[in-house]
């Protein structure tokens, strides 16, 4: 069985660039996490989806942030526009019984 | 609001000798709790969890982590470190909705590095 999927893995980009994020979970997991990752950090929560609906998107900075789910499969995490502070390893989680499961990051480097 | 503190950000120990990775959380209602491991440039995967019963939880990679909830610990043990133990182990918790898991809380990560 696939596990989660991410892309890209890495990208670098200029600051104001915009940058998108793509995810695609587990078969069959109707619930989606996007985290962000600082260097020394554990993973800090940005928003959850069950199935298409974003449950949870309270500590998602909502001035350049923009998630969506379409069809409640996959998913896209955008960043417009990017700023210094934004350089981390974002990662994508699904769970199924109380278990999450996460991809292996995209690691965005904003210069 | 739930938190979780790793007590040291780097442990090394020799190849052969026992691990210990400390958490303590603190919670307003009883936790799930985990443990993680993330080696270079991949994603997280899952040691072990508690969510209820058994107080020792086993895990894989010979792991395990007793709940202590009158220290408000969870701390990660094995009984002989291995080289391929050395990777960064992070502790989350998690509020126990009768059943549902609520959002993950993770700590800053403690890096373990096995000595030859």
């Known amino acids: 069985e696939a596990g989660v999927v991410q892309s890209p893995r890495y990208k670098i980009i200029e600051k104001k660039q915009p940058v998108a994020f793509w995810c695609n979970p587990i078969?069959?997991?109707?619930?989606l996490y996007w985290y962000r990752q600082n260097l020394g950090q554990g993973p800090e929560l940005l928003i959850r989806?069950?199935?298409?609906?974003?449950?949870?998107d309270s500590q998602l900075p909502k001035d350049r942030f923009s998630a969506e789910r379409l069809k409640g499969v996959d998913s896209t995490l955008k960043i417009q526009p990017a700023e210094l502070g934004d350089s981390a390893v974002y990662l994508c989680?699904?769970?199924?019984?109380?278990?999450?499961?996460f991809g292996p990051g995209t690691r965005l480097t904003v210069l | 609001a739930q938190s979780v503190t790793q007590l040291g950000s780097h442990v090394s120990v020799s190849e052969g000798a026992l691990v210990l990775l400390r958490c303590n959380y603190s919670?307003?209602?009883?936790?799930?709790l985990f443990w993680y491991v993330q080696y270079p440039n991949q994603g997280l995967q899952l040691l072990l969890k508690?969510?209820?019963?058994?107080?020792l939880v086993k895990g894989i990679n010979g792991f395990e982590a007793e709940f202590k909830k009158s220290e408000t610990s969870f701390h990660l043990t094995k009984p002989s470190a291995h080289m391929s133990d050395a990777a960064e182990y992070f502790c989350?918790?998690?509020?126990?909705?009768?059943?549902?898991?609520?959002?993950?809380?993770f700590g800053k990560g403690t890096k373990l590095s096995v000595k030859p």
């Open positions: 989680a699904s769970s199924i019984n109380n278990e999450q499961f």
């Open positions: 078969s069959g997991h109707n619930t």
């Open positions: 989806y069950e199935n298409e609906e974003a449950v949870d």
């Open positions: 919670s307003s209602v009883p936790p799930y």
């Open positions: 508690y969510t209820t019963g058994a107080t």
């Open positions: 989350a918790v998690s509020e126990n909705y009768g059943g549902s898991q609520g959002n993950l809380i």
